[in-house]
């Protein structure tokens, strides 16, 4: 069994930073592409950024110059520091990250449970 736990959620003023973590743990082999994902009320889901196991990155527009995402591949985890934070950033946000669990077997995503970031004043 795989999990991710995603922690570091909560309220921020606008302006204000937090910094989002998710571990994942279980039977894994290797993780390849990680990344966060949210989605606002009404909304779809939509991708916020994304680490290739190489270190490789992208952003959504919106949050670029804002949100930078690493990872530590000896502990498994990545994060997502977040700084200038405003209303519209506030959404649930998801883990994800493909993982292959054994030598040779297949790779899939797997999911955290969603940590509810809230930018208000």
């Known amino acids: 069994q795989v999990q991710l736990v995603e922690s570091g959620g909560g309220l921020v003023q606008p302006g204000g930073s937090l910094r989002l973590s998710c571990a994942a743990s279980?039977?894994?082999?290797?993780?390849?592409?990680m990344g966060w994902y949210r989605q606002a009320p009404g909304k779809q889901r939509e991708l916020v950024a994304a680490?290739?196991?190489?270190?490789?990155?992208n952003y959504a527009d919106s949050v670029k110059g804002r949100f930078t995402i690493s990872r530590d591949n000896a502990k498994n985890t990545v994060y997502l520091q977040m700084n200038s934070l405003k209303p519209e950033d506030t959404a649930v946000y998801y883990c994800?990250?493909?993982?292959?669990?054994?030598?040779?077997?297949?790779?899939?995503?797997?999911w955290g449970q969603g940590t509810q970031v809230t930018v208000s004043s």
């Open positions: 994800n990250a493909n993982i292959q669990r054994i030598r040779y077997g297949p790779k899939r995503d797997y």
């Open positions: 279980g039977s894994i082999f290797s993780i390849n592409a």
């Open positions: 680490i290739t196991s190489g270190g490789s990155t």
